[in-house]
C-alpha cells in the first residue's frame, strides 16, 4: 500500500515531527518507507523506523512525501503516519 502526504508541522520532517513520525511507525507490524516526492516523482525511499534515515530526508514544510508500506498493519500504519504528517505541531496554527 502506499500514500502521499503533504509535511504539516513548520518545522517539516525533523527534530520533533520526525521523532513522532519515527515512533509512530515502530508501533505497526509492517515494512514502512518514506521518501520524498517532487513533481509527482518519488525520490530514494528509506525506512521508516529510522530517525537518522528520515532527517536525512530534508523534507521541508508543504513538501510531499510517498509512504509505502506492507505487512499485516499496512493500512493502519499509513493512516496513523499520515496523521502525523497532516497534523501542526502544538503551537502552530
Same mark, same amino acid.
Request: charged residues 30%; negative net charge; glycine residues 6%.
Given at each position: 500500500?502506499?500514500?502521499?502526504?503533504?509535511?504539516?508541522?513548520?518545522?517539516? =520532517?525533523?527534530a520533533r515531527? &520526525? &521523532?513522532?513520525?519515527?515512533e509512530t511507525a515502530n508501533e505497526?507490524?509492517?515494512?514502512?518507507?518514506?521518501a520524498p516526492t517532487e513533481n509527482g516523482e518519488a525520490g530514494e525511499a528509506v525506512a521508516a523506523s529510522s530517525m537518522i534515515a528520515v532527517t536525512s530526508l530534508g523534507v521541508k514544510h508543504g513538501e510531499k512525501v510517498k509512504l509505502t508500506a506492507e505487512g499485516?498493519?499496512?493500512?493502519? &500504519?499509513?493512516? &496513523? =503516519?499520515?496523521?502525523v504528517l497532516s497534523t501542526p505541531e502544538d503551537g502552530e496554527k
Open positions: 500500500m502506499e500514500r502521499v502526504v503533504e509535511i504539516v508541522p513548520e518545522a517539516g =520532517l525533523h515531527p &520526525a &521523532a513522532k513520525f519515527v505497526y507490524d509492517a515494512e514502512i518507507t518514506v499485516e498493519d499496512a493500512k493502519a &500504519a499509513l493512516d &496513523a =503516519l499520515g496523521e
